[in-house]
């Protein structure tokens, strides 16, 4: 690989093509924790929120007081070495050899200071987080050192700050290399970073041994048919326009050509043409793997996000309830036959888990078509709870015109039917939220074989393991679905057919009215005089209105939070509008045809046998076996050729069968040539440069301008040093790389560092592109990722980059500023300086900003 310094996609790359690198060059703590020390001291209390947790059906009181006072501290800092695993392995062994001792000698106050630990429940330690109190962090240099590093491997993306549970679902999703996947609801991208990383497995060791005629390694199941590369394809989608753009930006990074980044509402999802069959018939793509992490309250989120708790109401779960159905339905009708499907939410609220998975299941056909998977395998190590069987559903009500707000427990449906019309006789004035459906209710099943066995899901409370909490979901699907199954939960539908039915069945009482609000305390239960105001309320009126077993809590009003509205949630507007709408009916979800101008980008294919590609893959000797059909142009003018990108197989395939479908692709590809415009004779024959992004991916089929770069200290220089002197018939400072390029032409061409054992070893393989001047050599790596790489191999923090060209630009300007200098002196340093700027595609830092009023060449 080549851990050169940029950031994931971006320049300079862990030399060459980065794949998958997560981090952010204009965020470059990637993901930063953007709570203000004022959030920290926000009062963590909720008392609605509280109460449905407390005796919703879910911990027992002594775990629940555990779980609840986790979920009011501080969430710890995570983040996860990304990449291939040999180049993970790698970055995490500089950061233990480098940082931990030094932070384990520390002490603060006389008490040893924590250092970052691995979390237990992922493998080969690629998992950290840290609990050290940002006071301590702040003050103390080996933690300034470390958080240095930290965010420069962000920045290059070989380090991803992500939740812990966030992390977990790709691993339940078993992707093997060479799968399709679908990410249905995929912004800001942190888990399909995971999935390509996945599907990619270690691509470039496989490549690399087809390229010299070895056989790749096939043990592990996957389909290296085409020479070593996955044929393995990702689709992550997101239906916001906005977030679909973080999405864009964070999966460019990871360089991965099997990776198309589609902007669709995935309840309705479009089937994905493939090219007809022999039989003439038209064929859809189906998905061996899918993610679906749906939009949702967010509640497991509240130890790092403030408005949970100013915010939850029992309204947020129950408005998503048919958005989450929706969008997992469509998920499983896309799914292969024997395919995997996870569903996930960072929410507690059964309203969005179980009761989703089991309504979806139900629609489907039932536990013979799709089954829940136990997963007890998977992250053998993850502290975790079974998925509820039984639960409540809370609702509150108000009386228009009062301050009256009250809470109601309920455990089914016909519990919540009777309640409505023993409160429509007795106070009809009385309002209930339209939210409540029969399918949010644990479901009832006719027999055993019939039983959805809900345990299988996985619960991670925030006291388990010090994450936030989440829910986890895995099914199988065991058979074709058929079409149109799903019905609508519309609430008054249901209502009317159910009170139609109740008012012939038992007649309404106040024992079937849920009552658990109002259960008297049990043991462990906090004392009444420090009981809040809500649950204390809720067991007078227990005494006063036992007949009618709901809990008023009117006095309680300015105890409560304030009634919230659906935008207000901590969700996606989108997501919260939508509470029963219609379910799609077909398999096949049509799409409307559009011009292909109306999608954002625009996907041009080259022919094989386009001559600009084969010029250029002749000028750096690329075998005769890469593929010249995958190469596209992204402007609208279609062959004016400016920038190639290589795209996989199936990436091509699917984008040709759907561009003119109306199918939104806003992204694939990824950029491996760009065009040189120095405009100069002896430069018209290398007119195109290699891209750190996709410099990989060609790079082990090359056999013409390789250099090689064996020594730490050539590589420092060529680091620290922008454009170092090379003349033809002089001497240089550049080592041995200086000597393989003194007879080279101009133009660009690769630098190959392989990995290497010791002290003065590489830890990992580069690939890092340099354009051999006619007097000096430059690798194309900015400033930034140089530092980055500086720090990374050196351990230099604040290395001083020289940048010749800027100094010499600068001299020759202020010589032509006092009114001296030579003509040819000039020309030269502005030719350079021209050649400087393109190569660091215009990056005003690459020159130093020192010379803005250089004329053009
Ligand atoms: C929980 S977040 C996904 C996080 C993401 N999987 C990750 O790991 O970075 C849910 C996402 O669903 C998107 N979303 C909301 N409604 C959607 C819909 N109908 N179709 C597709 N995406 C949707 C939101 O824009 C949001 O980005």
Same mark, same amino acid.
């Given at each position: 690989m080549g851990r050169g310094g940029s950031r994931g996609g971006g320049r300079g790359g862990r030399g060459g093509r980065k794949p998958f690198r997560g981090g952010n060059?204009?965020?470059?703590?990637?993901?930063?924790?953007?709570?203000?020390e004022s959030w920290l001291d926000q009062p963590r209390k909720n008392e609605l929120f509280e109460s449905y947790y407390r005796m919703?059906?879910?911990?027992?009181e002594a775990e629940f007081e555990q779980m609840w006072k986790s979920l009011a501290s501080d969430l710890p800092n995570s983040f996860r070495f990304t990449g291939t695993k040999s180049d993970a392995l790698a970055v995490r062994e500089i950061f233990k050899e480098r940082y931990i001792p030094a932070i384990t000698a520390m002490d603060f106050e006389g008490q040893p200071v924590e250092p970052p630990k691995a979390? +237990?429940? /992922?493998?080969? +330690?690629l998992v950290w987080d840290m609990k050290t109190h940002k006071k301590i962090v702040r003050r103390h240099a080996p933690f300034a050192d470390f958080q240095k590093f930290l965010v420069a491997e962000a920045a290059s993306g070989n380090i991803s700050r992500q939740e812990v549970v966030s992390m977990i679902p790709p691993h339940f999703l078993d992707v093997k290399p060479g799968m399709v996947v679908l990410?249905?609801?995929? =912004?800001?991208g942190s888990k399909s970073a995971q999935l390509a990383e996945m599907i990619h497995g270690d691509e470039e060791e496989r490549v690399k041994k087809a390229a010299n005629n070895e056989s790749p390694n &096939?043990?592990?199941?996957?389909?290296?048919?085409?020479?070593?590369?996955?044929t393995g394809l990702l689709i992550a989608n997101d239906t916001d326009y906005k977030r679909a753009g973080m999405l864009v930006h964070q999966v460019k990074?990871?360089?991965?050509?099997n990776l198309i980044v589609t902007q669709h509402d995935a309840s309705i999802f479009p089937s994905i043409e493939l090219p007809t069959g022999k039989n003439g018939r038209k064929q859809y793509l189906k998905f061996d793997r899918i993610l679906a992490d749906v939009p949702c309250?967010?509640?497991?989120t509240a130890r790092k996000n403030p408005n949970v708790w100013g915010k939850w109401t029992p309204k947020d779960g129950l408005g998503l309830h048919n958005l989450q159905l929706r969008i997992l339905f469509r998920g499983l009708q896309m799914l292969k036959k024997g395919g995997r499907l996870v569903y996930s939410t960072c929410s507690m609220n059964p309203t969005e888990n179980e009761s989703v998975i089991a309504a979806a299941i139900q629609a489907c056909g039932g536990v013979s078509k799709v089954q829940l998977v136990d997963?007890?395998?998977?992250?053998?190590n993850l502290k975790r709870k079974p998925g509820l069987n039984t639960w409540k559903i809370m609702d509150t009500s108000t009386v228009p015109g009062s301050n009256d707000k009250t809470a109601h427990l309920f455990s089914s449906w016909d519990a919540f039917v009777k309640a409505q019309a023993k409160y429509e006789k007795e106070e009809p004035e009385r309002v209930f939220s339209?939210? %409540?459906?029969?399918?949010?209710f644990p479901p009832i099943a006719s027999s055993e074989e019939e039983?959805?066995?809900? *345990?299988?899901c996985v619960r991670v409370y925030?006291?388990?393991?010090d994450t936030g909490g989440f829910f986890i979901a895995v099914l199988e699907k065991l058979d074709d679905i058929k079409v149109g199954q799903i019905t609508s939960s519309n609430n008054e539908a249901s209502l009317l057919q159910a009170k139609t039915e109740s008012e012939t069945a038992t007649p309404a009482n106040a024992?079937?009215?849920?009552?658990d609000v109002t259960e008297p305390p049990t043991?462990? =239960?906090?004392e009444a005089g420090n009981q809040s105001p809500l649950k204390r309320k809720l067991e007078d009126t227990e005494d006063a209105e036992a007949e009618a077993k709901r809990t008023k809590t009117s006095d309680t009003t300015a105890e409560l939070p304030a009634p919230q509205t659906e935008? =207000? &949630?901590?969700?996606e507007a989108t997501s919260t509008t939508i509470t029963s709408a219609p379910p799609p009916t077909k398999e096949v979800t049509k799409l409307?045809?559009?011009?292909?101008?109306?999608?954002k980008e625009h996907f041009e294919y080259l022919a094989a046998d386009d001559p600009n590609i084969a010029a250029i893959l002749d000028f750096f000797g %690329?075998?005769?076996?890469?593929?010249?059909?995958r190469f596209m142009v992204k402007? !609208? *003018?279609?062959?004016?050729?400016?920038k190639l990108y290589y795209t996989s197989a199936l990436a091509k395939t699917i984008i040709s069968a759907n561009?003119?479908?109306?199918? !939104?692709? %806003?992204h694939c590809g990824v950029i491996t040539f760009v065009a040189? !415009?120095?405009?100069?004779k002896d430069l018209m024959r290398a007119p195109w440069r290699l891209q750190n992004e996709g410099i990989r991916i060609v790079e082990p089929w090359a056999n013409k301008r390789i250099v090689n770069c064996t020594s730490k200290a050539t590589l420092h220089k060529l680091l620290i040093e922008m454009f170092p002197k090379l003349p033809r018939d002089g001497s240089h400072d550049i080592g041995e790389v200086g000597d393989q390029l003194k007879?080279?032409? %101009?133009g660009c061409c690769f630098v190959r560092i392989e990995q290497s054992a010791g +002290?003065?070893? /590489?830890?990992f393989r580069m690939v890092l592109p340099l354009w051999r001047h006619p007097g000096s050599a430059n690798l194309m790596v900015d400033k930034d990722d140089r530092k980055a790489m500086l720090l990374r191999? /050196?351990?230099?923090?604040d290395p001083d980059i020289k940048n010749h060209v800027a100094d010499k630009a600068k001299a020759v300007e202020a010589a032509k500023a006092n009114g001296g200098g030579e003509e040819m002196e000039v020309e030269e340093a502005e030719r350079e300086l021209e050649e400087a700027k393109e190569e660091e595609g215009g990056d005003a830092d690459a020159v130093a900003g020192a010379v803005e009023d250089v004329q053009e060449v």
């Open positions: 060059k204009n965020n470059r703590s990637g993901g930063r924790d953007n709570r203000t919703g059906g879910f911990l027992d979390v +237990e429940a /992922f493998p080969d +330690e990410d249905m609801c995929a =912004a800001p &096939t043990d592990d199941g996957g389909d290296y048919s085409d020479d070593g590369r996955s990074r990871l360089n991965f050509p309250s967010g509640d497991g997963c007890s395998d998977y992250l053998p339209n939210k %409540i459906m029969p399918g949010v039983r959805i066995p809900l *345990e299988r925030p006291h388990l393991q024992g079937e009215m849920e009552v043991e462990s =239960a906090p935008e =207000a &949630t901590p969700v409307k045809s559009e011009q292909q101008s109306q999608s %690329i075998s005769s076996r890469f593929p010249r059909d402007n !609208k *003018e279609g062959l004016l050729l400016n561009k003119h479908r109306g199918m !939104k692709f %806003i040189h !415009k120095i405009k100069d007879d080279m032409e %101009i +002290e003065d070893g /590489f830890p191999l /050196f351990n230099e923090k």
